[in-house]
């Protein structure tokens, strides 16, 4: 069901009974443009709609800005699917955070004031000052949610955020492996990217390494965490490593990363790096009788939009995650 | 301290202990460029910045969108200021929530989507599915709070907010008889525009006189009382009356208005035409030192940015508010 891949799983037991908050921080940068980089789109339509339509699908049970759901160019469904079911199943409640969105989801949103991340190929993510007001507007709205939750779990969706967040990394001086949502994860691809953009740090300030090679979902991740007064759990792969260091550097110490099986499976995925306790879940898709959910037994896609957190908070409160993810598949993508 | 001026004071008990969550609502109706028609500002940028800035007080204790704080012509400060200081004695937790502003605030916000309100002296407020995305954004967003809260207090910023809601009163067979955030009310000006304004309603459905004459912070307010679970309480004065009887029509059962003593002894708020219980909370600043903050008791701003709520919060959990609104006021205002 879960289990712990760095650290230890005790933070696991603290779940079962207190108030979790789940929040789904949604942005892009566009290094999402750099052809081959990503599996969220297959062309740059997709890479805008992606993260909105991720969010309406755990609001609505169905995208509204796209048809369908988002998917892999062969048809592997976003991992919205898994988050949705659990959210379902746990009931627990949901806000949806827009980091720098190319377009609005509809559905209600917080507004960080944060601006799109640029192409770190090209140039700096972000103005150093836009960074500080995002990281500022995330601590004053965690404040605010430490007095009506007791656990901030925080999930993601950006495409190319395994790219910044290899960058964001590498310019901490580790030297990242890089996960991907693709099986076959374009990694030299990513490796001259994160080369070039890590020239362009100046100092090893977290601020400054936002600003270099991050993005915005990053910052405002690691903000929110840093602005919460209890224990946050980061729910996601990479992207979340990146975050732990961040989050660390800036002094917050009670967090833990909550991320798939099939990410800890992946040997690219850094994780060992992480500053905190990582712990794995298995949504167990693999025992799926449906195609498009096997393939994440397989390397597709394998995690996103808090995947697994949330199924392990299923495992953790006595849910079974995979009837209810079939379900959903069902309902949302062969529409029965 | 407070007294039901309709109805009971019986829901006041459930506030002492309950985690109640403060939801500051703001946005703009082009109405408020009507001259002569509102306090909110001198000029037609002091009228986008009045709603913003309000919010920004609320976080920063300060604004940021403005230097000094939104008053009125002749300087009495806004009742954000109160608000400010229920907030700091309570420490309940706070969030803003854009329904069509001109301008947006440099704080954490939701967003609902909403546009801004048309002037209704000249045309229809709102598109009738611009209005119904508002309240089904409203009521997603409520249905989450629901999660985490067991009382919803709900206030508001929108100049020239009670033109509008004096139209939607009338819209629905009432004659109202319409507050101001003046001492002088401009009740003649008022009268023709509401006049003018409800020949263009087609029918009594709350989305028509809504989409007719109302503005987007009464629609958003709305959708948020009718999608939360459990208890609300509209703070505010005229604008809340207006929203109470939209709330009744749309089936809506457990709620109830607290406003400030300065509204309930103004014989033009109509709280009798209120569809639930009203009660009215005193700040006492007619006993403040300073002159700004007497002003109130002479009939100036009255009330705004559930300044009757949160004074009502303070009152049932034990705290005096008016020297924590004269600290405030000698920081804020007088900048000591």
Do not use: W
């Not at 915005?216 to 007064?229: M, N």
Request: charged content about 20%; glycine content about 8%; hydrophobic content about 45%.
């Amino acid at each position: 069901m879960y289990y712990a891949v760095k650290g230890n799983a005790d933070f696991v037991e603290f779940l079962k009974n207190s108030r979790v908050l789940f929040l789904l921080v949604i942005g892009n940068t566009k290094t999402a443009e750099v052809p081959g980089i990503t599996a969220a789109g297959e062309n740059k339509d997709l890479i805008a709609y992606t993260p909105p339509a991720d969010a309406e699908l755990l609001y609505h049970g169905k995208c509204l800005s796209i048809s369908g759901v988002p998917a892999t160019p062969d048809g592997k469904p976003t991992p919205a699917l898994i988050s949705y079911a659990a959210l379902n199943l746990t009931k627990i409640p949901l806000l949806v955070v827009d980091a720098g969105l190319m377009i609005k989801p509809k559905i209600p949103y917080v507004s960080l004031n944060a601006p799109v991340g640029e192409n770190i190929a090209e140039r700096r993510a972000m103005n150093v000052e836009d960074v500080e007001n995002l990281i500022s507007n995330s601590k004053l709205l965690a404040k605010q949610l430490s007095k009506i939750c007791d656990v901030l779990m925080i999930g993601e969706s950006i495409p190319a955020g395994t790219t910044t967040a290899a960058a964001v990394l590498k310019a901490m001086g580790f030297e990242p492996a890089v996960s991907s949502s693709m099986p076959e994860n374009p990694i030299e691809l990513k490796r001259k990217i994160v080369e070039v953009a890590v020239r362009r740090v100046k100092n090893t300030e977290p601020l400054e390494i936002l600003s270099a090679v991050g993005d915005p979902v990053l910052a405002a991740v690691t903000g929110l965490a840093c602005g919460f007064d209890k224990f946050v759990v980061l729910a996601g792969g990479t992207q979340m490593v990146a975050a732990s260091k961040l989050i660390e550097a800036l002094g917050k110490r009670d967090f833990a990363i909550a991320t798939t099986k099939y990410v800890a499976k992946d040997g690219n995925a850094d994780l060992n790096i992480a500053s905190c306790s990582v712990v794995a879940s298995d949504p167990k898709l693999g025992l799926s009788k449906y195609d498009g959910l096997k393939a994440y037994e397989h390397g597709f896609v394998k995690e996103g939009v808090g995947a697994g957190g949330l199924t392990l908070l299923c495992y953790v409160r006595g849910f079974e995650i995979l009837p209810e993810v079939e379900r959903c598949y069902e309902k949302i993508i062969l529409k029965r």
